[in-house]
C-alpha cells in the first residue's frame, strides 16, 4: 500500500491497461525533427518507461508539410520514416511501457509561408498570415491525420494523440475568433466542430478498435471569441462517439494574454475545468496543467477532478517519478519549479530541450555518470545550485565529498528566488538537493568559511563560492535608504512606500514583484485568477472575465541605463508574464537614465547620452540590483598551495549567470572528476 492509491491504481482500457493514473504528457525536445536522433529520443523516452509512467505521449508530429510548426520540423508521412520509429517504441516496450505519437498540425500558428487555417486570418504571435483551405483542402487535412495515425500504428506506436487545443489548426476551426466560414465546416457550434468530429472518426474507422486515440480537447480557450461551454460540452460529447479512447485536457492558446503553465500558476490551478467536464462523457477524462508532485496528483484524483494527470516537463526534471512515489520515496524527486528555462524557451529558440534542474534531459546518450574507478576526496566550496549539484553528482559516483557552506543554510541564490511570490517552487530545488545530499553521504560544514588550511588535503577542490551585489558607483550610494537585493529579499530589512528599483534584470524585475505583493501569497488561487481574469468556463466562454489585480503596497520605479525594453533578457516563454504582472502593479519603467546622485530627497536621475531631463524620484528607499561580481578570494591562494583547484558557476563568471548554467556546469563538472 502506498500513499497514492488513486495515482497508481492501473486501468483498464479494453484492449490495454495502463500501469498507473501517469501520462507523460507531449513535450517537443528537438529530438523529433531527425531521423539520426530517434536513437537519442528512444534513450530518452526508455529512461522514462523504465521509471514507471502509464503511457508516453511523444512530441508533436505533423501530418503533412502545411501543418509544420517549422520549417523540416517533426512530421510523419511516409512508411520510411514509420519504420524508423520502430528503436523508439520498441525501447520504450522493452522496459514496459506504452507510447502514443501526438499529431501535431500548427495551422496558422505554423512559422512558415506555406500555413493554411479555417480563415485568413493572422495569429498576433506569428508573421504569416495563414491560407484559408478549401473544402477539398480541409478533406485533404484529415486525410492527413487519418494516415499519420495509421502510419503511427506501423511505427508501433499504441496509439495517437490528436492535438485539439492550445490554439492549433483544429481549435482554429473550433472557435469563432479565427473560423469565419460559411460553408459546412463553419458558421454553427455544429460545423465548426465537424473537422475534429471527422479526424477522429476517419482514424478509428482506419486504425480499428485496438489502437489508443487520445482527444486533446480545449476545456478553456482563455482568449476572446473562444468557445463557450455547451460547445466544449458537446464536442466532447462527439469526439467520444466518434471512437476517442481517452480525452486530454488543453488550457489556453499560445497567445492568450494568461500564463498557464509558468511558475507563478498555482498548482493544478485547472483542474476543476477538468471536473466540469467529467460527467458529460463515459471515456477517461485526463487533467493536465502545473501538476509536479505525487500528492498533487493524488489529491486531485481522489477528489474526482480526473481519471488520469498528465505532466510533460516533471518528467524530463525526473524520470523516476512515478518509481519514487510508488517506493514511498516522493521526498527524493527532482521536482519541475515551471521556470522553462531549458525546456520551453530552448524549443521557441530551435534549440534542443533539456532542464534546468536535471541536465541529463534529453542528454541520456552523452552525459553518462558512471562510477569513478578512483575514489578521491573532493571538497566543494558553496552550497548554491553550482556547488550543490557537483557535490551530489561527485558523490553519486562514489567519491568522498565534503561541502562548505559559509550561510547557514544550503541553496545561495536559490534561496533568494524562493522568496519571491510566484517562485515558491525554487524551496522544492533546494530540498530535493538536502536530501540528495543525505543520501550520498556528503559531510556538510554550514556556517563555515573554508580556509586554505581546510582544503590543503583534499585530492580535488570545486570553487563554486558564486557571487555577490555588484555595488555601482553612484553618488551617495552610502546613503541610509540604499540597500541591496540581498538585504531586502533575504534579510526582511524594512522598505518605504515609495521605491526605486536600480537595475532591470531578471532579479531586478523580482524584487520588483516582491515589493508590489501585498503579503498573501501569489500561489493562492483565487487571489491569482483574479489578478488574470481566468473565471468558471460554464460562466463565461474561454473562461475570461475582468482582471482584477490586487493593488500594490507601495509605488515602484524600475530603472535601467539601457535605451532598450525593460525585461529582454527574460525568457521567452515567462518574459511576458513578467511583464504584464509589472504593469498590473502600475510599476513605472524608466530606460535610458543616468544615475546622477542619490540623497535625502531621493534619487536624481537624467535621461540618455546628454543627460538631459532631469528628474527627481522622491523615494524613501532605493534597492541595487546592478548584476553581481564573483566571489573568488581562495583561488589564487589554494593554487600557490599546489592544490588542485576548479572554478564555477558564478565564481567563474557573473555575467549572465542562471541557475541553468550553475547546475549544468557542476553536475558536467563532477561527471569528469
Ligand atoms: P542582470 O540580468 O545582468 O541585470 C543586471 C542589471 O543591472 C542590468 O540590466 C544592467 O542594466 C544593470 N547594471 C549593470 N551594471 C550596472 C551598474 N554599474 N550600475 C547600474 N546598473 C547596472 O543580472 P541580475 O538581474 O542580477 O540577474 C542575474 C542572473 O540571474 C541573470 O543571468 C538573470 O538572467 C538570472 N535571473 C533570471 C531570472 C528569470 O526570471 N529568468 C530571474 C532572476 C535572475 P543597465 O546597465 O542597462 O542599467
Ligand atoms: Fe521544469 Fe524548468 Fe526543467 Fe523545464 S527546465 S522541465 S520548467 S524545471
Known amino acids: 500500500m502506498t500513499g497514492y492509491p488513486h495515482l497508481l491504481a492501473p486501468l483498464d482500457l479494453g484492449h490495454v491497461t495502463l500501469r498507473n493514473r501517469v501520462i507523460m504528457g507531449s513535450m517537443h525536445t528537438g529530438l523529433e525533427d531527425r531521423a539520426k536522433d530517434l536513437p537519442k529520443l528512444a534513450a530518452y523516452f526508455a529512461e522514462r518507461a523504465r521509471g514507471g509512467v502509464g503511457l508516453i505521449v511523444t512530441g508533436g508530429y505533423a501530418p503533412n508539410r502545411t501543418g509544420w510548426l517549422t520549417p ?45 487555417s479555417a480563415s485568413a486570418l493572422k495569429a498576433p504571435i506569428n508573421p504569416f498570415k495563414p491560407r484559408a483551405l478549401s473544402d477539398r483542402g480541409v478533406r485533404r487535412q484529415i486525410d492527413a491525420y487519418v494516415e499519420c495515425a495509421a502510419l503511427a500504428r506501423e511505427g508501433g506506436y499504441d496509439g495517437v494523440e490528436v492535438m485539439g487545443s492550445e490554439g492549433y489548426f483544429i481549435n482554429q476551426f473550433l472557435a ?23 479526424i477522429v472518426r476517419g482514424i478509428r474507422q482506419r486504425v480499428g478498435p485496438d489502437f489508443l486515440i487520445i482527444y486533446r480537447l480545449s476545456m478553456a480557450d482563455l482568449v476572446e471569441g473562444g468557445q463557450d461551454w455547451a460547445e466544449v460540452v458537446a464536442l466532447g460529447k462527439e469526439i467520444e462517439q466518434a471512437g476517442a479512447s481517452i ?53 486531485v484524483l481522489a477528489r474526482g477532478d480526473a481519471d488520469l494527470i498528465s505532466m510533460a516537463r516533471p518528467f524530463l526534471a525526473d524520470p523516476d517519478w512515478v518509481l519514487k512515489a510508488t517506493t514511498d520515496r516522493a521526498d527524493e524527486i527532482n521536482v519541475c519549479i515551471a521556470c522553462n528555462q531549458a525546456c520551453l524557451d530552448h524549443v521557441f529558440a530551435k534549440r534542443k530541450a533539456s532542464c534546468m534542474v536535471n541536465p541529463r534531459a534529453a542528454r541520456e546518450t552523452e552525459l553518462v555518470l558512471l562510477p569513478t574507478r578512483r575514489t578521491r576526496r573532493i571538497a566543494v566550496v558553496g552550497a548554491g545550485p553550482t556547488g550543490l549539484s557537483a557535490a551530489v553528482t561527485a558523490a553519486e559516483r562514489g567519491h568522498q565529498v565534503e561541502l562548505f557552506e559559509a550561510d547557514d543554510e544550503i541553496g545561495g541564490q536559490f534561496g533568494i528566488a524562493r522568496r519571491i511570490p510566484g517562485k515558491e517552487e525554487f524551496a522544492e530545488t533546494i530540498r530535493y538537493y538536502g536530501r ?31 557571487v555577490v551585489p555588484r555595488i555601482p558607483a553612484i553618488p551617495g550610494i552610502d546613503h541610509e535608504k540604499v540597500l541591496s537585493y540581498v538585504d531586502v529579499v533575504r534579510f526582511g530589512r524594512p522598505v518605504g512606500a515609495r521605491v526605486a528599483v536600480v537595475g532591470a534584470g531578471g532579479i531586478g524585475v523580482d524584487v520588483s514583484e516582491f515589493l508590489t505583493t501585498v503579503d498573501s501569497p501569489t500561489l493562492d488561487l483565487a487571489a491569482w485568477k483574479a489578478e488574470w481574469g481566468v473565471t468558471d468556463p460554464r460562466q463565461a466562454a474561454g473562461a475570461l472575465t475582468k482582471p482584477r489585480p490586487e493593488p500594490s503596497p507601495r509605488q515602484v520605479f524600475l530603472l535601467q541605463r539601457k535605451p532598450g525594453k525593460i525585461g529582454a533578457g527574460l525568457g521567452k516563454t515567462t518574459g511576458w508574464v513578467h511583464r504584464a504582472a509589472l504593469k498590473n502593479k502600475q510599476v513605472e519603467q524608466l530606460r535610458g537614465v543616468n544615475y546622477e546622485r542619490i540623497d535625502d530627497e531621493g534619487l536624481h536621475l537624467t535621461f540618455g547620452p546628454k543627460r538631459e531631463k532631469p528628474r527627481t524620484l522622491a523615494v524613501d528607499t532605493v534597492v541595487i540590483c546592478a548584476g553581481q561580481e564573483p566571489v573568488r578570494d581562495l583561488v589564487d591562494d589554494l593554487r600557490a598551495a599546489g592544490v588542485s583547484v576548479h572554478l564555477i558557476g558564478g565564481a567563474d563568471r557573473a555575467a549572465e549567470l542562471d541557475a541553468k548554467r550553475a547546475i549544468d556546469q557542476g553536475t558536467r563538472l563532477a561527471a569528469t572528476l
Do not use: C, M
Open 72 to 116: 523540416f520540423g517533426s512530421r510523419l508521412t511516409s512508411r520510411r520514416q514509420a519504420r524508423k520509429h520502430r528503436v523508439v517504441t520498441d525501447a520504450v516496450h522493452a522496459e514496459g511501457g506504452l507510447i502514443a505519437l501526438q499529431i501535431l498540425h500548427a495551422g496558422r500558428y505554423a512559422y512558415h509561408p506555406f500555413s493554411v
Open 176 to 198: 469563432e475568433r479565427t473560423n469565419k466560414r460559411k460553408d459546412r465546416w463553419g458558421g454553427s457550434a455544429e460545423n465548426r466542430r465537424r473537422l475534429a468530429v471527422e
Open 436 to 466: 540528495r545530499l543525505e543520501l550520498t553521504g556528503v559531510k556538510v560544514h554550514l556556517g563555515r568559511r573554508a580556509s586554505v588550511d581546510d582544503l590543503r588535503g583534499f585530492d580535488e577542490v570545486v570553487l563554486a563560492t558564486g
Open 247 to 299: 480525452i486530454n485536457t488543453g488550457i489556453g492558446w499560445h497567445e492568450a494574454r494568461v500564463p498557464t503553465i509558468v511558475t507563478s500558476v498555482p498548482r493544478a490551478a485547472f483542474t476543476s475545468i477538468t471536473a466540469a467536464f467529467r460527467p458529460q462523457v463515459r471515456i477517461p477524462v485526463v487533467t493536465s496543467n502545473r501538476i509536479n508532485l505525487p500528492q498533487v496528483g493524488e489529491e
